[in-house]
Structures are given as C-alpha cells and as structure tokens.
Nanobody
Framework: QVQLVESGGGLVQAGGSLRLSCAAS????????MGWYRQAPGKQRELVAA???????NYADSVKGRFTISRDNAKNTMYLQMNSLKPEDTAVYYC???????????WGQGTQVTVSS
C-alpha cells in the first residue's frame, strides 16, 4: 500500500497559478495510474487529471488546456500544475493511486485550493 501526502494548496487570485505535489512513501512504480480528484462543497468528487504508468494523461473537460499532470518516479512524487485558475476550481484536491482490479484505493488527506475573484 502506498501512503500519499498532498501539499501546495493555498489561496490564489483568478488567473493565477498553483502547483500541487503528492509525495508517496512507497514506490509509485507499482501503481497503474495516479490522479488528482477534487471536491467542492455541494458537488460530487470528480477526477480532474490522471497519468498512467506509461505516461499517458487524461483530463476532465473543465480543466483541459489549463492543468498539467506529471510525475517524477525518482522522487516518488506526482504534480498538478494549475494555470489560469478560476473561482470554480476552488475545492479540496486529493491525490490518489489506481490499481487494475482494485480501483482508486490509495488516497491523500487533501489540500485546499481557493481561487478568489
């Protein structure tokens, strides 16, 4: 099992940028994919970006062209670069790990991102 810890959240003005980091206590090599979820008050948790073990990426339509997911296997760290932030991006962002047959089974504690108008 991989332990995940997010960091980098905070308050940013609309149009600004923020980079989230997800540090894994175990090797991320064993994960089929990693991703970032977010949940805003009154909304369902949604997957905003994912990256597979072979480096392919997927993004929610709402963040395409603005967010970039990446990972550094040597550092066991995943990142989410968020640009052109909008107030509707305000949410708690969660790092997660995926395994075929188990689904999204590893979760971080979440980090708050607040985008002001």
């Amino acid at each position: 099992q991989v332990q995940l810890v997010e960091s980098g959240g905070g308050l940013v003005q609309a149009g600004g940028s923020l980079r989230l980091s997800c540090a894994a206590s175990g090797s991320i090599f064993g994960l089929n994919a990693m991703g970032w979820y977010r949940q805003a008050p009154g909304k369902q948790r949604e997957l905003v970006a994912a990256i597979t073990s072979v480096g392919s990426t997927n993004y929610a339509d709402s963040v395409k062209g603005r967010f970039t997911i990446s990972r550094d296997n040597a550092k066991n760290t995943m990142y989410l670069q968020m640009n052109s932030l909008k107030p509707e991006d305000t949410a708690v962002y969660y790092c997660a790990g995926f395994l075929y047959g188990s689904g999204w089974n590893s979760w971080g504690q979440g980090t708050q991102v607040t985008v002001s108008s």
